[in-house]
């Protein structure tokens, strides 16, 4: 979770992204190497932080002695020698030594924004922003994508190389040169959020780190450019999703469902804050894809139990969403709202339709609505056959024992 603000300083000094995630790199190595023996620091981050630009001004140095430009950069080695954190030992950093944390200032929201530069396609501004903001690997970025693994690690690389050549600057771009950024930087938040609320890999269900840093940068975002209805509507999704952290895992760290969730574990200031975010949003012009799902996310916090949820307004919602945003996933998770506003055949009928998809041919949840709705048909022996499929599709251990359990549920029925 440090790395993304690191490789952000260190880009916004060097003007360069490679070299920038190899002295961040480095630094970590650093850590690696002498933390087991003299101890964690009080303030790890800062640490990394001091090492890393520590190595970007050796680097700097070099550069000028090899290029003989030591006029050209020596403002950026004045103001380094004049950072009191350069002054002072790895385990003696000052405050001033954290990462500073406004808007506009933001290393990590300027990062983001490089990366989403437009002389990138938008999959690949998307791809390269989870791997340097978010620390995603390229397999969880292909997962979040729906691609294979090595198509997403040759995307990131053809990035770099391209922001490279490019002579992209690092800063955040003022005015109307946002514009064009910020559908990628909105949706690079988007699958941050959704890695850490569902982790697509590993032992754990959720990621919370990355949960709050999303919501971190989307309400720095939503400051920063707080005429964009948008990134409200974003951020207004995830205050809303993230209240019912506390109630999605059990005392073993398994997941527990959305319907079986004890609703008084909800966070209520989290709730009011996504209610407000999701207001403002809508006093700047018509609801976007972002602010639907938060009027759809809505529909559960402000229900009192499961089944009190409108679930037809959540039927008539995601129709709207179809429209503005057709694809495969939408329309699977417009299946299920349909399977609880209108019976489950109904939802059957359109998960149905959606088994030729490509996209959703190695999707573990397509199986997992089917096998969910075929029980509510009584249709338990297909209902148990979908879930060992979705089971065998997940990469997340947790997901995968949940499932198995749900077959072995039907097996008994």
């Known amino acids: 979770m440090e790395s993304a603000r690191i490789v952000g300083a260190l880009a916004r000094m060097l003007r360069e992204l490679g070299q920038a995630e190899e002295l961040a790199q480095d630094a970590m190595l650093e850590a690696l190497e002498r933390w087991p023996r003299d101890g964690i620091p009080d303030r790890p981050g800062a ?26 950069i020596a403002w950026e080695a004045d103001a380094l020698l004049h950072d009191r954190s350069l002054q002072r030992r790895p385990d003696e950093l000052a405050e001033l030594a954290q990462e500073r944390a406004s808007a506009i200032d933001d290393d990590v929201l300027r990062l983001m924004f490089v990366a989403c530069h437009p002389v990138l396609s938008p999959e690949a501004r998307a791809a390269l922003t989870l791997k340097v ?30 922001l490279s050549e490019a002579r992209v600057p690092f800063a955040v771009p003022q005015g109307e040169e946002r514009r064009p950024r910020l559908a990628s930087v909105l949706q690079v938040l988007y699958l941050i959020y959704n890695e850490g609320y569902t982790a697509s890999a590993g032992a ?50 398994e997941p527990v469902l959305l319907l079986e969730q004890d609703r008084a ?13 999701l207001a403002r949003a809508g006093r700047h012009g018509s609801l976007g894809p972002y602010a639907l799902q938060a009027a759809i996310a809505a529909c559960h916090a402000v229900a009192p139990a499961p089944d009190a949820t409108d679930w037809v307004r959540i039927a008539a919602l995601y129709d709207a969403l179809a429209q503005l945003l ?39 949840l397509l199986p997992s609505v089917r096998g969910d709705l075929l029980v509510k048909l009584g249709r338990h022996g297909e209902a148990r056959a979908e879930f060992e499929r979705a089971a065998a599709l997940t990469r997340n251990r947790r997901e995968a024992t949940l499932l198995l359990a749900r077959a072995a549920a039907c097996a008994g029925a």
């Open 133 to 162: 903001v978010g620390g995603l690997s390229s397999a969880e970025i292909a997962h979040a994508f729906l691609v294979p693994e090595a198509t997403m690690a040759q995307r990131i690389v053809r990035a770099k190389r391209t």
């Open 326 to 364: 057709p694809s495969p996933v939408v329309e699977l998770n417009r299946a299920v709202a349909l399977g609880m506003a209108y019976g489950p055949a109904e939802g059957l009928a359109l998960a149905d339709r959606l088994l030729d998809e490509p996209a959703l041919r190695n999707y573990h």
């Open 204 to 253: 754990d269900w959720l990621r919370p780190a990355l949960c709050r840093e999303a919501l971190r940068l989307g309400r720095v975002l939503a400051e920063l450019m707080p005429q964009e209805g948008e990134v409200h509507g974003l951020v207004a999704l995830m205050e809303i999703q993230s209240s019912r952290e506390r109630a999605r895992s059990g005392p073993g760290g």
């Open 47 to 72: 640490w990394l932080m001091q090492v890393a630009k520590r190595r970007a001004l050796d680097q700097l140095r070099r550069l000028a002695l090899h290029a003989g430009k030591q006029d050209a």
């Open 265 to 277: 574990r909800w966070d209520r200031l989290l709730i009011r804050r996504g209610l407000a975010a």
